[in-house]
Each structure stands twice: as C-alpha cells, then as structure tokens.
C-alpha cells in the first residue's frame, strides 16, 4: 500500500525559508516521480515541482530560482527547499508519486488537470507566508 506524508510546513515571513519533506512507503523513488502541488483557497490547484526517477527536476515557472527538489532514495524521502517565500506562496502544499513510466514528462504538472495524472497523495501541509 502506497503511503504519502508531508510535512515541514508553518509560517514564516516574506523572504524566509521552509523546508518540506515528502515521505513516502509502500513504494521505492527509483521507478517513482514525485510531484509538489498547491492550492490556495479560491485558486485551482497548481504545480510547483517535480522530480523524476528519470528524467530529473522540473519546476514551475512561478518558484524557478527560489525553490530546489532534491531527493534521499535511501530514505524515501523528497525534500523541496522554498527560499525567498512570498505571501503568494501561501497554500497547502501536496505530494503526490506515481509511476515514472506513466508519468513520463514532469512537465505535465503544468498542464490542465495534470495533477490527475498522480494517483498516490499525502495529506497536505500548509504554508503561510506573512508580509
């Protein structure tokens, strides 16, 4: 049974930094994309990050240059570093995993509904960004 927990998330002030982490079970990040979404209320949920058993890291355009995914295979866990948080950046932020080989490109976190593509979820952690 896949298994998603999140966490990391709190609040911090404009220009500050958090660090989430996505743990993940019942699967291994070798055959494995994980993906970071958020949603604020009132806003469809939208993709940050994504990094790829095989193909790499991609990311959004709105977090380019101020967040970084980096991964520990050998403890199941996807880490997404958030520098320079903005009050825009306020949401719940998710991770969700599913199989490199359905998955394919990263890059479809960006497309419509491509967060539909992502059948495993953890529960959320929210982050708020205070100005």
């Known amino acids: 049974e896949a298994h998603i927990v999140e966490s990391g998330g709190g609040l911090v002030q404009t220009g500050g930094s958090l660090r989430l982490s996505c743990a993940v079970s019942g699967f291994t990040l070798d055959e494995y994309s994980i993906a970071w979404f958020r949603q604020a209320p009132g806003k469809k949920r939208e993709g940050v990050g994504c990094?790829?058993?095989?193909?790499?890291?991609y990311y959004s355009d709105s977090v380019k240059g101020r967040f970084t995914l980096s991964s520990d295979n050998a403890k199941n866990t996807v880490f997404l570093q958030m520098n320079n948080l903005k009050p825009e950046d306020t949401a719940v932020y998710y991770c969700?995993?599913?199989?490199?080989?359905?998955?394919?490109?990263?890059?479809?976190?960006?497309?419509?509904?491509?967060?539909?593509?992502?059948?495993?979820w953890g529960q959320g952690t929210q982050v708020t960004v205070s100005s």
């Open positions: 990094i790829s058993s095989s193909s790499g890291v």
């Open positions: 969700a995993a599913d199989k490199t080989r359905i998955i394919r490109d990263c890059a479809k976190i960006d497309r419509p509904l491509g967060s539909t593509w992502f059948v495993n």
